[in-house]
Structure formats: structure tokens, C-alpha cells
């Protein structure tokens, strides 16, 4: 078996079995396994996949494992060569995954490798290449040095913004979105610590990597990235959950440093996560107390695809009382599509859905990265699930 794909779910099926969907295209002529691990989800998610993937091995918890300990258990289960984790709120490139297992064949000392993520927007997620944060690079992370100098090698080392985006190059941190592992690898350093809930195990593994004599790298292949639909990031649970992760970590790789640096550090963290409560509570009280009157922008739909797709969704439009355009055309030739949307200016919430169908998922990546605008999203329509995905709600 050349590569094990594995994917932990928890509350996101529609968008699982996009990634699933993707995975189809991106597979196709490579001998492989899927695993899906469900967390316990309250949507039914174990038994809608179940239904619609019988070629996917499903294995489904009676509780909420945590990222960590349930890629562990899948890989336990495995036996491909490569292991593929990715997440269940991202879609692949048809030829991302062929080419990052080319690379990894001609690189016998890579770990592991990422690739290009791209947000909803058509921007590239910084994420995709990191640095170790050890405390000077965190502490340059964490006051906004790296924000305000991203290109510096010395304040910018967090998300490594002097590399090339277009080359394939090594860094430190693969990020668990997209995190193709040798088995060979992981065999020697271990698998994911579990005692990381959710996040930082990423960090963790690719720090064992590097420690145990192997190289991770960032390769320019795309995938799409909605970064966190499985997570609320304005829940209490999440900031205790991540910078619970930031501490873990520390403690772990960076104890054994004097108290002159790792007080300062440890204060930093409780002092970032205290100001996130802080900030989360005020905005919670503010809205409850009536001061947040500002009414939602209604966004504007523009459903671009074949006849069979914008007939379709052209119906859920009315239904659902939608302001929406309509485009036929595929990835061919789509060029007025793109003009028109670009006349929305700046201001107004735009999703942009894509006919799967009529487009492949590179297709989409390339023509949103073409003209990334911080207003205008990639969405998604499958003739198959009849399901419009965007990255902030379901319409069906």
C-alpha cells in the first residue's frame, strides 16, 4: 500500500464529504486506504459518510478523542508507506497529492512535507510554512514584531515569510491541515502526542522530526483551507484548548531553559489568553447589553457552472431569498464571470460558488488566486449532494 489517508472529523459532514469528494480525483491511480475517524459527532456525520462512502474506512468513537489520539488509532490501522493526515474542512488540487508523494520518493530524507494553502479568499495561508516558535521567535509573535515585519528573517521566522511561495523548500512546522509523513518516519520518532487535545501536535511532530535527523519541507501544491469549521474560535473551550497546546509544548521542548526565560514566556501566554477571555466576555456583553447595533451585510451570491448546476441553484435562490447571479460557463471559459465579480467592489460579502462538475478543484484555486479579494469567497456546488458549501454556512 503506497499512501494512508486519514481524516478526523468532528460536526462538519458536508464538508467532509467534500474533502472526500476531492480525495476521489486527487487518488485516482495510486494504491490507497481512507480512513475517516469520527470524534463523536452530534450530526449524524458516522452514519451520513458511512451511507455515501462504503469504500471508506470508518471508525466511530464513542467520545471525543482529540485530534492526536485519533489519527493515532487510524494510523495504528493503516499500512500504507506514506500516511496522509488532512482535514476534513479542506479540498485538494487533482494532482497535489501525486506530486508531493513524487517529491517525497526523490527526497528519501524527508519527514514529511505541507503544501500551498489557500484561504476561502484566494490568499495564501500563512500557515503553510512555519518556524519552530522557540521563545525569542514566539515573543516576536506574540508583541506583533512578525506581523509587522513578515519578510524578516529574524522577527518574520513564525510563518517564514522570506521563503519562496513557488519553490519547494524546507521549513520546520508542517502543518497538521495537510501533513503527509513518511511511515518509515514516524516509526522512529513516534506518533502524535496525545496530550495535545487539539493543536500544537503538529508542532510537537515536526520538532521530532527535525530532532530525530529527518527534513520537512513545503511543497507548492495547492489545496483549500477553511480554516477551523470543526472548532468556534470565540468559544471560552478554544482558548483554553490552544494556549493550554502553546504551554504543553513549551513545557516539554523548552523547560530545561533558565527562569529568565521561561518566566517571561509562560507570563506572556496566560497574559494572551487572559486578554482573549477579556475581549471574547466584553463583546458577549456589549451585544447583550444592545450597544452592537450594526445590522449584517446580506451577502450576494454568484453561482457559476453548467446548466444542470445554476438551474438548480437558481430554485435554492428563490427559496432561500438569496440576491444571486448567474453564470453559464465552465473553467474554459468563465473569464466574463470573473470580470463581473470583480464590478461587485469591495464592500459587499460575496461567495463565488463553483460548479465541481464543470471545474476542477485546482481550477478553482487558480482562478480565486488570481484575484483574491478580502470581500469574495469560494463556495461550492456538487450536482450529486445538491449541497451549496461556502466557508460560513451550508444552504441546502
Known amino acids: 500500500m503506497k499512501l494512508s489517508v486519514i481524516i478526523v472529523n468532528y460536526n462538519v459532514k458536508y464538508y467532509a464529504e467534500q474533502c472526500l469528494n476531492s480525495l476521489v480525483r486527487a487518488l485516482d491511480g495510486i494504491e490507497s486506504e481512507v480512513f475517516v475517524v469520527d470524534n463523536h459527532s452530534k450530526d449524524d456525520s458516522a452514519g451520513y459518510l458511512a451511507r455515501r462512502f462504503k469504500w471508506v474506512s470508518l471508525i466511530d468513537s464513542n467520545h471525543n478523542l482529540g485530534f492526536a489520539r485519533a489519527n493515532n488509532i487510524a494510523i495504528g490501522q493503516s499500512s500504507g508507506e506514506y500516511v496522509l493526515l488532512i482535514n476534513p474542512d479542506t479540498f485538494v488540487g487533482e494532482d497535489t497529492i501525486r506530486s508531493v508523494l513524487a517529491f517525497m520518493e526523490e527526497h528519501p530524507r524527508a519527514g514529511g512535507a505541507g ?29 506583533g ?18 521563503l519562496s511561495w513557488d519553490e519547494p523548500v524546507r521549513i520546520e512546522v508542517i502543518s497538521g491541515a495537510f501533513c503527509l509523513l513518511r511511515r518509515s518516519a514516524i516509526d522512529k520518532v513516534g506518533l502524535l502526542d496525545e496530550d495535545f487535545f487539539m493543536y500544537g501536535e503538529d508542532i510537537d511532530l515536526s520538532y521530532r522530526l527535525l530532532k530525530g535527523g529527518f527534513e520537512n519541507w513545503y511543497l507548492p501544491f495547492p489545496i483549500l483551507h477553511y480554516k477551523g469549521e470543526s472548532t468556534h474560535k470565540t468559544s471560552f473551550r478554544y482558548v483554553h484548548v490552544f494556549y493550554q497546546a502553546m504551554l504543553i509544548f ?28 477579556v475581549a471574547m466576555q466584553s463583546s458577549r456583553l456589549r451585544k447583550s447589553l444592545g450597544f452592537v447595533r450594526k445590522r449584517r451585510q446580506e451577502p450576494r451570491y454568484f453561482f457559476v457552472g453548467g446548466k444542470q448546476m445554476v438551474d438548480r441553484c437558481r430554485l435554492v435562490s428563490r427559496r432561500k431569498g438569496l440576491t444571486a447571479g448567474f453564470c453559464y460557463c465552465d473553467e474554459g471559459n468563465c473569464e466574463s464571470a470573473m470580470d463581473d465579480i470583480a464590478g461587485f467592489g469591495d464592500k459587499v460579502p460575496v461567495y463565488v460558488v463553483f460548479d465541481v462538475d464543470a471545474f476542477s478543484y485546482k481550477s478553482m484555486l487558480e482562478i480565486m488566486s488570481r484575484m483574491p479579494m478580502p470581500n469574495v469567497k469560494l463556495g461550492t456546488f456538487s450536482n450529486k449532494t445538491k449541497v451549496i ?8
Open 145 to 162: 514584531l512578525c506581523a509587522r515585519f513578515p519578510r524578516s528573517r529574524t522577527f518574520g521566522r513564525y510563518y517564514m515569510g522570506y
Open 115 to 143: 503544501v500551498k494553502m489557500f484561504n476561502p479568499d484566494g490568499t495564501r495561508a500563512m500557515e503553510s510554512r512555519r518556524g519552530l516558535p522557540t521563545p525569542l521567535t514566539s515573543f516576536y509573535k506574540m508583541f
Open 389 to 396: 458549501i461556502t466557508p460560513d454556512e451550508i444552504i441546502k
Open 250 to 277: 513549551f513545557r516539554k521542548h523548552y523547560g530545561h531553559l533558565s527562569f529568565c526565560i521561561t518566566i517571561p514566556v509562560k507570563v506572556a501566554i496566560y497574559a494572551k489568553a487572559f486578554a482573549a477571555l
